[in-house]
């Protein structure tokens, strides 16, 4: 059975003017992984000012899928994964067959109206997940100054023994989860059981620990700190892909470290950049 493999959105254009795109793309397609593509790229492809290199990516995007719908948003994804775990049900991670966004795939279809519409919600996008930073930001701060000296400088010279340190920090969960499983439209009883929901649900997990990263490499990490140095919103919420997939393949050099991070995390999970890509087509 073949595993599954995410392309960042970074990737596409990489691939599109590799030297040996077509042996890379032969990998991609006949090779021992599924390719997955998400809602997440499409918006980002068409808001590229570059058409030719638009309408080329998305080409080759629909070549790489295989006829499998892209994976929906994170908050689609998000609140599926909870309902069904709820329920006590499965639930796909894809887009609907009738998602409006499909249409994007066809570059014909792509007009300034949607251009305009998908920059806007890149926007949105991205302010959410500036929101989500302020207001956890200050209770992990709290709880670093509070830890005994030795533990504090293992923790910041230490990423993954961080960002395990908060998941388990109640006041983060209460900060972060809660409030998320409140706007998504679950109830009180939901809401109560959120570590629980954290340590059962995969999307979920992948999420607050990609939110808890990104707090930490943004603004607690003694180096390598602040917006410049590290991966943006949409690259840390596409972190929560690496739930449904084995390997995360990205051409940022910034998101790759964090997610090689999180992979090492995770018994089975890969992180590739465009080199690891490249020796897997040529063994």
């Not at 995410?6 to 003017?17: A, G, H, K, N, R």
């Not at 990516?57 to 909870?82: E, V, Y």
């Amino acid at each position: 059975m073949k595993g599954y493999l995410y392309l960042d959105t970074s990737m596409f254009p990489e691939i599109v003017d590799h030297l040996n795109a077509e042996r890379v793309v032969d990998y991609l397609v006949n090779g021992p992984y599924q390719v997955l593509v998400s809602a997440y790229n499409l918006i980002e492809v068409v808001v590229d000012g570059n058409v030719g290199r638009r309408d080329r990516t998305l080409r080759l995007m629909d070549t790489l899928r295989g006829g499998r719908l892209p994976l929906a948003f994170p908050r689609d994804l998000l609140h599926r994964s909870l309902e069904a775990y709820l329920a006590g049900t499965d639930y796909t991670p894809h887009l609907d067959e009738n998602d409006e966004v499909l249409c994007l795939l066809d570059p014909a279809a792509i007009n300034t109206s949607a251009i305009e519409s998908c920059t806007r919600w890149k926007a949105c996008q991205e302010q959410s997940f500036q929101d989500r930073q302020s207001s956890g930001r200050q209770p992990l701060q709290e709880a670093l100054k509070t830890a005994p000296a030795e533990e504090r400088d293992r923790l910041q010279n230490n990423s993954n023994a961080l960002i395990e340190f908060y998941c388990k920090y109640e006041e983060f969960l209460d900060r972060q989860v809660r409030p998320f499983i409140k706007r998504l439209g679950f109830d009180e009883g939901a809401q109560s059981r959120a570590v629980e929901i954290v340590r059962e649900v995969d999307p979920w997990r992948f999420f607050l620990e990609a939110q808890a990263q990104a707090i930490a490499c943004r603004g607690l990490k003694p180096s390598r700190y602040g917006k410049r140095a590290n991966p943006g919103p949409i690259d840390f919420n596409q972190l929560v892909y690496f739930a449904g997939c084995d390997v995360l393949v990205t051409a940022d050099k910034a998101l790759y470290r964090e997610a090689r991070i999180m992979a090492s995390r995770h018994t089975g999970k890969q992180a590739w950049d465009l080199r690891g890509l490249d020796r897997e087509t040529n063994s």
